[in-house]
């Protein structure tokens, strides 16, 4: 059975020029909506999870330049310390928020709970399934405390993914990019899949949107993910 990322047209493309146009256009307006938030003392929550070698870090590079410092967090997400094992697994994510109103991004999330940890086993089955339910209602209690989250899956397909791996593999600037994991996950591509279908029919409600972005042309990506972040920011 096809899913939400079988629909996806991964062939979509833009020229350099008319992503530079777009770009800078799109960065004008994200500085006036992000201050605005700032004045407003609000929160937007923004999370991004993808397929390795989707580009993540070149969106969020993007969709940070020309903001002040003091505006966002960036919250890199790795593999739980043993403070944080012993608590329960949200626990961590809420700790980092920081206290005044201002953009925070997540690159990665708790949706590794659904995601790698189901699929390498790292999660009991029990832990895996009661985590969509806990999920909905964090991310039910922030927008009814007044924060917009929005959640971004940037997807590629397994010749584009193995074209970045390898140019990651063969460049001495960005071979650390790569590595045994990223390789043995390929191998498990049908798995993931099948996780990530479930997570987006499950986890994606009119609070908290799923936005799925073609990613197999990185200045497409970048320019999508940058018009739904000025979208949602313009409804605060």
């Not at 949706?111 to 089955?125: H, T």
């Not at 499950?202 to 799923?210: E, G, I, L, S």
Request: aromatic residues 10%.
């Amino acid at each position: 059975m096809n899913g939400r990322l079988d629909a996806l047209d991964l062939s979509l493309a833009l020229s350099p020029d008319s992503y530079e146009n777009q770009l800078r256009d799109l960065r004008a307006e994200l500085q006036k909506l992000v201050a605005r938030l700032i004045r407003k003392k609000r929160y937007a929550i923004l999370v991004f999870e993808g397929k390795d070698a989707a580009g993540k870090g070149g969106v969020i590079r993007r969709l940070t330049a020309g903001l002040a410092p003091e505006h966002y967090s960036v919250i890199t997400t790795a593999a739980p310390e043993p403070h944080e094992r012993a608590r329960h697994y949200l626990w961590r994510f809420c700790a980092r928020l920081p206290e005044s109103g201002r953009l925070v991004i997540f690159d990665r999330s708790w949706y590794g709970r659904v995601l790698v940890e189901r699929v390498e086993g790292f999660a009991k089955e029990e832990e895996w399934r009661r985590a969509y339910r806990e999920i909905n209602d964090l991310e039910r209690s922030w927008a009814n405390a007044g924060m917009r989250v929005g959640k971004f899956w940037l997807e590629i397909g397994q010749d584009e993914q193995m074209r970045r791996f390898q140019s990651r593999a063969e460049s001495p600037l960005k071979s650390w990019k790569i590595t045994d994991e990223d390789w043995r996950n390929r191998d498990k591509w049908p798995q993931y899949k099948e996780a990530i279908e479930e997570m987006l029919a499950r986890t994606d409600a009119p609070h908290a949107r799923w936005n799925l972005i073609e990613a197999n042309d990185k200045r497409f990506a970048r320019i999508k993910t940058l018009r739904t972040v000025a979208a949602l920011l313009g409804e605060t």
